[in-house]
């Protein structure tokens, strides 16, 4: 029986060779604070895009200096940032990879000097700074950040873009209603909790025709908070807005204990994708090439995303073709290791 996991898969003009991605984690090493790509990123994506990833999405990249997760992110808030980032792209590409892009604003949950902001000031935990709470011109500030984001994104030459709406970042927290105690039009019902990413989503789309992705945290793992079956209210929203697939996590919103075991998350993937009839991405403890063939088998969802997996092993889909007796075409260069 041949491979489903290796089946190439297509949204809108992008074909990805095959079902495996490479999820976004972020590596803490624009030494300068500056927000550039340096050396390191060009050997840490291309080197995943030669092993056979079929989409490398590269670590959340700011939209904002604020925004930031840390000192040491990548950013997309100035067209600075573009050579950079264009670079990865082509070296990826080279290798026979497409390359995505997630935009993102960290919100309450920024470690950085200086003030932060958030839709309401919580912090998230007591050790953690109090952020300022957004003003509604903040707010629109904060918007035309991200479709500027996506503009720089497309100039790079990227195939994909993925919003981070999940983890307790800044989308995240104005979807949530432990972190969104606003009482203006972002603040309150569902709706309104959904207006933000809303606004983003079409602001991004002026400017970007490719494929458009959404990270979300699907259960928040705290009873106040939102659950799986909130976010297929909101995935069916985005599908009515265009979005071409949610990229299904968890957690991250408010400090909790997650039980985690190899596929914890699939079974959201699993009802967004059929419940909203959005194509999902699945994510979380998926290591090996069998559990992700069956995922894909068994349509569960459309592409798996793996992050640790492929820290360690930078040619994990060399070696799940080789066991699952699929093709993968290595590079000419190394032919010889692997005929």
């Not at 259960?219 to 949610?246: P, R």
């Amino acid at each position: 029986m041949s491979s489903t996991l290796f089946t190439p898969y297509t949204i809108k003009n992008v074909t990805f060779p095959n079902r495996i991605v490479m999820s976004p984690m972020c590596m803490y090493s624009c030494e300068a604070e500056d927000g550039k790509a340096t050396n390191f990123h060009y050997t840490h994506y291309t080197s995943r895009a030669i092993g056979g990833t079929g989409l490398i999405i590269t670590e959340a990249a700011a939209v904002t200096q604020q925004g930031r997760i840390s000192p040491q992110d990548l950013g997309i808030w100035g067209d600075e940032h573009i050579e950079g980032l264009k670079k990865i792209v082509q070296l990826s590409k080279e290798q026979g990879a497409k390359v995505g892009i997630q935009l993102a604003h960290a919100g309450r949950k920024a470690v950085l000097d200086g003030p932060i902001i958030a839709p309401s000031a919580i912090p998230f935990s007591e050790d953690r700074k109090t952020p300022e709470e957004m003003t509604t011109d903040q707010i629109k500030e904060t918007i035309h950040a991200f479709k500027e984001g996506a503009r720089r994104a497309d100039e790079a030459g990227f195939d994909v873009i993925e919003l981070h709406g999940a983890h307790g970042y800044l989308m995240n927290e104005f979807l949530s209603p432990l972190t969104n105690k606003r009482t203006d039009e972002y603040g309150g019902s569902k709706e309104n909790r959904y207006r933000f990413l809303r606004e983003v989503i079409n602001e991004v789309k002026e400017v970007w025709n490719g494929p458009l992705f959404v990270r979300i945290s699907a259960d928040e793992y705290n009873e106040e908070g939102n659950t799986i079956d909130d976010f297929i209210y909101f995935a069916k929203e985005m599908k009515e807005q265009g979005i071409d697939l949610v990229d299904c996590s968890t957690g991250g919103v408010v400090p909790a204990t997650i039980d985690a075991y190899p596929g914890y998350q699939v079974t959201h993937a699993e009802r967004i994708k059929k419940e909203a009839n959005i194509p999902t991405g699945a994510v979380g403890l998926i290591t090996h090439p069998l559990q992700a063939e069956e995922i894909i088998h068994n349509d569960r969802a459309d592409l798996v995303l793996l992050a640790r997996e492929l820290l360690r092993d930078p040619y994990w889909a060399r070696t799940a073709a080789s066991e699952l007796g699929a093709e993968l075409k290595a590079p000419k260069q190394y032919e010889r290791g692997w005929n």
